[in-house]
Structure formats: C-alpha cells, structure tokens
C-alpha cells in the first residue's frame, strides 16, 4: 500500500518566537515535504477554497470565528483515491490547541477505516496540543500513532528529528 502525506500550512505573515515574518513555504509544509522524501509517500496540500489572509492577525480572527462556529471551509480538492493509502501523515500548524478547521473538512470527507494516522505539526510553543485526541474522534475507524511535533523556528534543522520519529513510529 502507498503512503500518503496531508498536510495544511500558510504562507504570508507567520509568527516566530514573539515576532511576526513574512514566509513563502509554511512551516508544515517543510516538514511535509521531509516525510514525503524520507517514506517515499505522496504528498497533498489541505487547501481551503477561500484561504485566511495573508495578514497574522486577521488570520487569527478568521480562524477563530471558524473554530467558534465548529465550521467546516469548502477544499480545493480531495485525494483522488484513498483506498490506496493504509498509512496517512496529517499534519498542520497548531491553532488554539487543535487542527484549522479545513483539516477537519478533510477528515470528515474520507473513509478511515483499516489506516494509520501519523499526527505531526508546527507550532511556536503548544506541541502537538489536542490533535491527538481530534483525530481520534473524527477518524474513529482510524488507527493512531504517535504524533511529531516540531518548533516552527526550528523547521529548517529539523530533519534528523523527522527521521528519529518516522523509525520509532514503526513507519
């Protein structure tokens, strides 16, 4: 079986270590495409219909507003054909302790019954925070594994980590 890479990232202005940057690669994305070069597996960008804006803290209040409403954005695309993938890596930036709420859209559109869900994220201080414990209750049929969670200031030298978690995880 093929192995499959979702994940959700931003591009524009991004929050490093108390100040704001303007990035053209997001952070998850990075770490995305190292699992994708390190398992062989194919990657899939979670792209919302409508994206937040590029702006930090109207993004912030953009997400907020979908996460208070428990929204679930319209996607871009889905995975052609899911059944080919038993093992799936999702992974996002963390937004108040949890996935965006497009990640959620992804979850609920695909049949998880017989795979593996691998959690990872970028973050600036909150871990993996209850990814974990959403992915169990919207993949129900879903297997999880232990979940990765790397400092988005540190995404670039992170790979010797990625391939750490990736052979512990029993990839």
Known sequence: MKKLIAYYSRTGENYFGGKLRTITEGNTAKVAKMIAEITGGDLFEIRQKHPYS???????????KDLKDNARPELVALPENMDQYDEVWIGSPVYWGTMP????????AIDWSGKT??????HEGSGLGRIPSGLAREAKEAKIASGLAVHGSEVDQAKSLVERWISEDGE
Not at 54 to 64: F, G, L, P, R, V
Not at 117 to 122: V, Y
């Open 117 to 122: 869900i691998h959690p990872f994220c970028a």
């Open 101 to 108: 709420m497009a990640v959620f859209t992804f979850l609920d």
């Open 54 to 64: 590029d702006s930090y803290m109207t993004c912030i209040k953009e997400a907020q």
